[in-house]
């Protein structure tokens, strides 16, 4: 684990480094509690649109929010086109470069358990996390790196097809099936027709769960995940690294900047018009949360698009300022996951105990009737304000590290 780097090496991607940042800060900031505003708000139609974006949906469909992992797992993909070239620069062989990504692939793995059994009364073995996932998957990137575009793709549609044969060749529950048994409400809106091989915790992939959990020790036997995630959603999601990898190849590659601009873009509607056909036709439902190939294809036409806007602007433009924030947090992205998931209720507590009264001061100083102050005390805000302040210390702690030049890296 490096704890040492340099911020302006020449080879350095900054759009990358900037949509890294963006999309921690989305992470972190839980949604900066917009979803729960919302629900204060049931009759306002802007708030209940607001809230959908800033919550992931119950199974079939995209939200805003839906697509920060995936944004993980792309650039993930992306990153390591550019260090595994920059190692290979350095002189460094194949061999030590594998053990490399193996131990990187344990630290992953094994750090997305740690933090998910925070609070628990034992190990929480679970695989579901999107470390634990970037974790299983990356030894098998790093085998298609340094390969031909033709068989890094030709691998990617290899998972994709297998994935879908995989649920379409499981059988589905008979007429007499108890949902309640997995964890699903009677109200559940069924998927019908071959998407029904893709529904909530009746899938192939959920079976294998029932199985392999159970193989570690556990306080009760696992039966389902509430929310429906599974371990081998690895699998697909490689594939969305893969073409995160892809990507990274042709943003090195000698080619014009516009070349790649609108490479990026073209991948990207690409991308969005065969997962909206696939659930057009009924073939796939989008499933973020069981990674669906149709979730696969949509999710990654987002981040070429969005990786496209960021380059065009931050690194053909050079329009770079601005980016600053989201620098400062993509350059040490593994220290602020560990604090989002760590630290957000201490600093929330340490806030009210600390700063309470200042803000109690100022009301006293200033106008009380202020409607800034009636922003702050009015109750429906409340998690909004909370989450943007803890966003704030965990993004000072980041910076701290930027301006000493600390960089913590797996």
């Known amino acids: 684990m490096s704890t040492a780097g340099n911020p302006t090496l020449p080879n350095r991607l ?13 992470m972190a900031s839980g949604g900066l509690g917009l979803h729960h505003v919302a629900e204060k708000f049931p009759d306002s139609r802007v708030w209940q649109i607001i809230g959908y974006q800033f919550e992931h949906v119950p ?68 695989f579901e996390d999107v470390l634990t996932q970037i974790g299983l998957g990356y030894v098998f990137l790093f085998l298609l790196w340094n390969h031909s575009t033709r068989i890094q793709f030709a691998a990617a549609a290899a998972i994709l097809i297998g994935y879908w044969c995989y649920f379409y060749f499981y059988p589905l529950p008979g007429p007499d099936f108890d949902y309640a048994t997995v964890g699903v409400s009677s109200n559940w809106p069924h998927l019908e027709g071959v998407a029904a091989h893709f529904d909530k915790n009746t899938n192939a992939a959920a079976a294998f769960d029932q199985w392999f959990l159970n193989l570690f020790h556990r306080t009760k036997p696992f039966v389902y995940n509430g929310g429906g995630y599974l371990t081998l959603s690895f699998i697909p999601s490689l594939a969305t690294m893969i073409f995160g990898l892809l990507s990274g190849e042709l943003l090195r590659s000698p080619r014009p900047d516009r070349e790649k601009f609108w ?148």
Not at 16 to 25: I, P, Q, S
Not at 71 to 99: K, L
Not at 279 to 307: A, D, E, M, N
Request: glycine letters at 6%; aromatic letters at 16%.
């Open 14 to 26: 900054v759009s990358l480094d900037a949509y890294r940042g963006l999309t921690m800060l989305a």
């Open 59 to 126: 199974w079939v469909g995209c939200a805003l929010w839906d697509l920060i992992q995936p944004s993980f797992m792309f650039m993930v993909g992306v990153s390591m086109a550019y260090s595994c070239a920059s190692r290979q620069a350095h002189g460094q062989s194949y061999t030590r470069m594998f053990a490399h990504a193996c131990a990187r692939a344990l630290v992953l793995t094994l750090l997305g358990i740690f933090l998910r059994s925070d609070g628990r009364p034992q190990t929480n073995f679970t």
């Open 263 to 410: 490479g990026l873009v073209v991948a990207g509607l690409a991308g969005l018009a065969l997962g909206e056909v696939l659930q057009f036709t009924g073939l796939c439902p989008i499933v973020k949360r069981i990674w669906t190939p149709s979730w696969t294809l949509f999710s990654t036409g987002w981040t070429c698009l969005i990786l496209a806007a960021f380059y065009g602007v931050v690194d053909i433009l050079k329009f770079r300022k601005w980016t600053f924030p989201m620098i400062v947090v993509g350059m040490n992205s593994i220290a602020m996951y560990v604090m989002a998931e760590t630290i957000p209720g201490w600093i929330h507590r340490t806030l009210r105990t600390h700063f309470h009264w200042t803000y109690q001061w100022l009301r006293q100083v200033f106008d009380a009737d202020n409607r800034i102050f009636e922003f702050f005390d009015n109750p429906n805000y409340e998690p909004l304000v909370t989450s943007a302040w803890m966003l704030l210390v965990m993004w000072l702690v980041c910076y701290w590290l930027y301006r000493q030049k600390v960089f913590i890296r797996i």
